[in-house]
């Protein structure tokens, strides 16, 4: 069975500086795809950023990159540049094989400080 | 394009009624799937629909139901509610390749209170 571990599950960091969120997957499909989502308090899931279990590179969307290490199982989100808005929740997301059936991590809640 | 839309967005029932959650995907989006997020168990999967059928189903009781008509839309149905079903309820439409690579786009949810 599929499972999403975020072992953060708060995170303060000061606006403009880069973070970094942690997340480690375990899954059994060959091929997988790893997703981060953010949720801002009024609820809404924001999809931000995909990484394919086969991708060779690094993926990068804005201020949003996916560092993949496939051999330690871990799909950490790094945002650069923090903004007061970047302030939700995050969460790490699975999905894999013949199913489009997302399994989640906690979460993790980040607050950009002034 | 317009994004996942869901209706209503908030919802207070009582026990034992019933409630319909309706949700229409992004243009050209033909998977639907639902998830309850709460407090205790975070986001868990209910199900997810494509081409009018149940594709895949997760552990949840039978109160909790959906279909998918022909223009993609869907709803969710939960029968003789209970407390614990006070959730945010999640909607999120993908492509139709049926793989778990597939981006889900979400939209802003149906907040359900039970009382």
């Known amino acids: 069975a599929q499972k999403i571990t975020q072992t953060q599950p708060g995170m303060f960091v000061q606006e403009k500086e880069a973070v970094t969120l942690d997340c480690t997957y375990d899954?059994?499909?060959?091929?997988?795809?790893l997703f981060w989502y953010k949720q801002p308090s009024s609820g809404e899931m924001i999809f931000l950023i995909y990484?394919?279990?086969?991708?060779?590179q690094n993926a990068t969307e804005g201020r949003y990159s996916l560092n993949f290490q496939k051999a330690r199982k871990s799909a950490n989100l790094v945002i650069s540049a923090s903004q007061l808005g970047d302030s939700a929740m995050y969460f790490c997301?699975?999905?894999?094989?013949?199913?489009?059936?997302?399994?989640f991590g906690t979460g993790t809640l980040l607050a950009v400080q002034p | 394009k317009a994004g996942v839309t869901q209706t209503p967005r908030y919802l207070i029932k009582t026990r034992g009624q019933q409630v319909t959650l309706s949700c229409s995907p992004i243009?050209?989006?033909?998977?639907v799937s639902w998830y309850q997020q709460t407090p205790g168990q975070g986001l868990q999967f209910l199900f997810e629909?494509?081409?009018?059928?149940?594709?895949n189903k997760g552990n949840f009781p039978g109160r909790f139901s959906g279909r998918q008509f022909s223009n993609s839309r869907s709803e969710m149905n939960v029968s003789t509610l209970e407390l614990g079903d006070s959730a945010l309820y999640l909607c999120?439409?993908?492509?139709?390749?049926?793989?778990?690579?597939?981006?889900?786009?979400f939209g802003p949810g149906t907040r359900l209170t039970v009382l």
């Open positions: 997301a699975s999905g894999g094989g013949a199913t489009n059936k997302l399994i």
């Open positions: 899954t059994s499909d060959p091929s997988y795809g």
């Open positions: 990484q394919g279990s086969y991708d060779q």
């Open positions: 243009s050209g989006h033909r998977s």
């Open positions: 629909y494509f081409s009018e059928t149940q594709r």
């Open positions: 999120a439409s993908s492509l139709a390749s049926g793989r778990g690579t597939d981006t889900q786009y």
